[in-house]
């Protein structure tokens, strides 16, 4: 397993930079749709706040927080994110910087709200992570959190698939680990319109589905490979059938998911978000 610096130069290096209006299917879009309304549904926090945005990766999400009334902040690890994001959006007058989220450059409760999005299941030691997080942010603001939904991508006991991810979280263990670093935390699902929901539903269950055969046993059996190879066919032949439909694009938003504290297992993905205690003044 790599270390936790080691981990952090990956992600530097070789993790996807996120191209928002790029789609080469359906999956792509239906995959933006769900990165969108996180920062929508952040948005109604953040308002005349001063907001980082740790883990920005290209910008698209910082502008969302800067379109609410923000005065916002978006950091990243990869140079390539961050050279994109000051090209695109540096003339909204959003500040971009790259840095690992370990040794934030700001002093003591320099913000009302840090956002975090798709950024703790990459990490080796969440916990210097989120005490960073904790120390920049000021008494009574949030951190608001996004991550993939464990329980719908893996089966039990098996490794994250995406080879970027340490660890990937059930609700009940986002919300366990969370409240060693903040008193108040509510956790969200994601969920969607049956058409958008089947999209990505169908994308993680052939995946799920694959590496659970090739972390066992089975993967090195006949009937293992077999399965395997079964697998590879619906996948191609599901690439076929969601290929860019314009009319698909076009009848859907980001306005088609919601959010609930409900069935969360179920879930797409999961926002956490989190507030600060209300510190007395000394003296």
Known sequence: MLSHEEMIALQAEKHEVIEPETFRNNKDFVLHLIHTRAYEQAALYTAEKRVLDLGCNTGYGTKIIKASGADVIGLDVSSEAIAIARRRYGSAGIEFDCTDGD?????DQSFDI??????????????????????????GGRAIFTTPNGP???????????????????????????????????????FAVKPLYTVEYERIRTIRERARIKQSPEGT???????????????????????????????????DLYYKRETLDAALDLMAVCTVSERLPSG
Do not use: C
């Open 221 to 255: 059996s006949v009937a293992g490979r077999f399965k395997l190879f079964l697998l590879h066919l619906e996948s191609e032949f599901r690439k076929k059938r969601h290929n860019l439909d314009r009319q698909f694009r076009q009848r859907y938003t980001s306005r």
């Open 103 to 107: 040794r934030l450059p700001f002093a």
């Open 152 to 190: 719908l991508r893996l089966h039990p006991g098996t490794r994250p698939w995406n080879p970027f991810h340490v660890r990937e979280f059930s609700a009940d263990e986002l919300q366990k680990l969370l409240r060693k670093f903040f008193p108040k935390v509510e956790i969200l699902g994601l």
């Open 114 to 139: 840090v956002t975090s999005f798709q950024v703790i299941e990459h990490l080796v030691d969440s916990s210097r992570f989120l005490s960073e997080i904790l120390r920049v942010i000021r008494p």
